[in-house]
């Protein structure tokens, strides 16, 4: 078992552009979740997927933001247009049922 | 939704000091883990707690879920042990972790 991987780890990119960042769980985890993490904050979640099906977005997930995990396995996450406010460390973690294990991260940067 | 507090929010101790790190939150909780989040980003678990008394090496954390706090101890502190401490928790109703603000451990030689 070699955890939780994200791809890419670093991401620049112009203003405007669209991104896809990719996550691959733990293997036989069936959850996953999302988050986006600021300078100096919490990370926040933003979204939550029980095998494919996504359960849970939060409010922060505007409608440039899209998910999905199309064979209950790895998930993207696609930002549409971004803006220099996107810029951020957007994490995935994944659990079997509670305790959850998180990836290394992918740092965006929109200039 | 549940609120998340932790403090101290910074604390700078010498190397050898023991230290205790604390998470309030407001409501019942199914889940309570505490992570240590690297220089590097990465977020490290610590516990999964959500009730009780763990051990793992010089790290310890107890919760007391009635009360709505944990708490994580930290004995003779080591300089690797620097950088930010983060109790996550998830309310019964709902399957996402809220994060505290963390706390940021400067552990001096």
Redesign the interface.
């Known amino acids: 078992d070699t955890g939780v991987s994200q791809d890419p780890r670093h991401k620049i990119t112009k203003r405007g552009q669209n991104v896809t960042f990719r996550c691959d769980p733990i293997s036989e985890h069936n959850r996953l979740y999302w988050y986006r993490q600021t300078l100096g904050q919490g990370p926040e979640f933003l979204t939550y997927f029980q095998n494919e099906a996504q359960l849970e977005k939060s409010r922060l997930l505007s409608d440039r933001f899209s998910a999905e995990r199309p064979k209950g396995s790895f998930s993207t996450l696609e930002i549409q247009r971004t803006e220099q406010g996107d810029s951020a460390m957007y994490l995935c973690a994944s659990s079997f049922s509670t305790e959850q294990y998180f990836g290394p991260g992918t740092r965006l940067t929109v200039t | 939704g549940i609120q998340v507090e932790q403090s101290p929010p910074d604390l700078i101790l010498q190397e050898g000091a023991n230290s205790t790190l604390r998470c309030n939150f407001s409501d019942s909780v199914?889940?309570l883990?505490w992570?240590h989040q690297n220089p590097?980003?990465?977020?490290i678990?610590l516990f999964?707690i959500?009730s009780g008394t763990k051990q793992n090496g010089r790290l310890s954390a107890t919760t007391v879920a009635t009360e709505r706090y944990s708490l994580l101890y930290i004995s003779s502190s080591q300089t690797t042990d620097s950088g930010v401490y983060?109790c996550?928790v998830?309310g019964n109703y709902?399957?996402?972790?809220?994060?505290?603000?963390?706390t940021r451990l400067s552990v001096l030689p």
């Not at chain 2, 590097?40 to 977020?43: S, T």
């Not at chain 2, 399957?95 to 603000?101: K, L, R, S």
């Open positions: 199914n889940n883990q992570f590097w980003g990465q977020l678990n999964y959500p983060f996550a998830e709902g399957q996402n972790f809220v994060f505290g603000p963390g």
